[in-house]
C-alpha cells in the first residue's frame, strides 16, 4: 500500500490538474511495482479521473473501481444507477463512462445536493464526524434518485460508507471501496476480475 498524502490529491482536483493526479498515481504504481505488486487498484474514486492517464504508463495493471462497481451492478440486475460521491467525481465522466458500456442508465444529484455532499464528505467525513442530520440528509438524497426512477446507488466515496449502507439507505448500495477489495481479492486468488 503507497499513497500521497491526500492534500496533495485535493490540492490537483482544486487546480482542475488531472495530470498532477496521474503523476501522484504513476509515483505509487512504480513504487508498488518496484516492491513486488503484480497489479494495483485505488480506492479513492476521485482520483480515477486521471485513470485514462494512468493506465497507458502505469507499470503494472490496474483495476478501475468504477468498472468493477458496473459489473457488480449488471450482475445484480440494476439498470439505474444513482451515483454519489464528491463534487469532483459526481461531475465527471468516471462513472457515466463504465455504465454506458454496460448499458446502465444513471442519475446525479441536484447541483444544490452535490454541493451539500461534497461538504459533508470532505468538511465531516473525511475529518471523522459523524453528524447525524447529514446522514439523513444524504438519505434523502438517494430517495430523490430514487423518485428518478434509480434502483440502486453507487456510495462513490471511500467515506459514505462509514455513515450509509443497505441498512439505512432507500436504494440498495454498491458500496465502491468493498466492491473493489472484493475484485482485487479475486484477481490476487483466482487471477480475475
Given at each position: 500500500m503507497?499513497?500521497?498524502?491526500?492534500?496533495?490529491?485535493?490540492?490537483?482536483?482544486?487546480?482542475?490538474?488531472?495530470q498532477?493526479?496521474?503523476d501522484?498515481?504513476?509515483?505509487?504504481?512504480?513504487?508498488?511495482?518496484?516492491?513486488?505488486?503484480?497489479?494495483?487498484?485505488?480506492?479513492?474514486?476521485?482520483i480515477?479521473?486521471?485513470?485514462?492517464?494512468?493506465?497507458?504508463?502505469?507499470?503494472?495493471?490496474?483495476?478501475?473501481?468504477?468498472?468493477?462497481?458496473?459489473?457488480?451492478?449488471?450482475?445484480?440486475?440494476?439498470?439505474?444507477?444513482?451515483?454519489?460521491g464528491?463534487?469532483?467525481?459526481?461531475?465527471s465522466?468516471?462513472?457515466?463512462?463504465?455504465?454506458?458500456?454496460?448499458?446502465?442508465?444513471?442519475?446525479?444529484?441536484?447541483?444544490?445536493?452535490?454541493?451539500?455532499?461534497?461538504?459533508?464528505?470532505?468538511?465531516?467525513?473525511?475529518?471523522?464526524?459523524?453528524?447525524?442530520?447529514?446522514?439523513?440528509?444524504?438519505r434523502?438524497?438517494?430517495?430523490?434518485?430514487?423518485?428518478?426512477?434509480?434502483?440502486?446507488?453507487?456510495?462513490?466515496?471511500?467515506?459514505?460508507?462509514?455513515?450509509?449502507?443497505?441498512?439505512n439507505?432507500?436504494?440498495?448500495?454498491?458500496?465502491?471501496?468493498?466492491?473493489?477489495?472484493?475484485?482485487?481479492?479475486?484477481?490476487?486468488?483466482?487471477?480475475?476480475?
Amino acid at each position: 500500500m503507497h499513497t500521497p498524502s491526500l492534500a496533495e490529491y485535493v490540492d490537483c482536483l482544486d487546480r482542475q490538474d488531472i495530470q498532477g493526479i496521474a503523476d501522484l498515481m504513476l509515483r505509487s504504481a512504480r513504487k508498488l511495482a518496484g516492491i513486488g505488486a503484480d497489479f494495483l487498484i485505488c480506492p479513492d474514486n476521485t482520483i480515477h479521473r486521471a485513470f485514462d492517464l494512468v493506465e497507458p504508463n502505469s507499470p503494472r495493471p490496474w483495476i478501475h473501481i468504477a468498472a468493477a462497481v458496473a459489473e457488480e451492478a449488471v450482475a445484480r440486475g440494476f439498470r439505474r444507477v444513482g451515483l454519489t460521491g464528491t463534487r469532483w467525481l459526481v461531475e465527471s465522466s468516471v462513472y457515466p463512462d463504465q455504465f454506458q458500456s454496460r448499458g446502465l442508465e444513471f442519475a446525479r444529484p441536484s447541483e444544490a445536493e452535490l454541493e451539500e455532499l461534497n461538504r459533508i464528505i470532505m468538511d465531516e467525513l473525511v475529518a471523522g464526524l459523524i453528524v447525524p442530520g447529514s446522514v439523513a440528509y444524504i438519505r434523502q438524497v438517494i430517495e430523490r434518485l430514487a423518485g428518478q426512477g434509480c434502483d440502486s446507488v453507487v456510495l462513490g466515496c471511500t467515506e459514505i460508507p462509514l455513515i450509509i449502507s443497505d441498512e439505512n439507505s432507500p436504494l440498495p448500495t454498491l458500496d465502491s471501496t468493498r466492491i473493489l477489495a472484493r475484485a482485487a481479492l479475486r484477481r490476487a486468488v483466482e487471477g480475475e476480475t
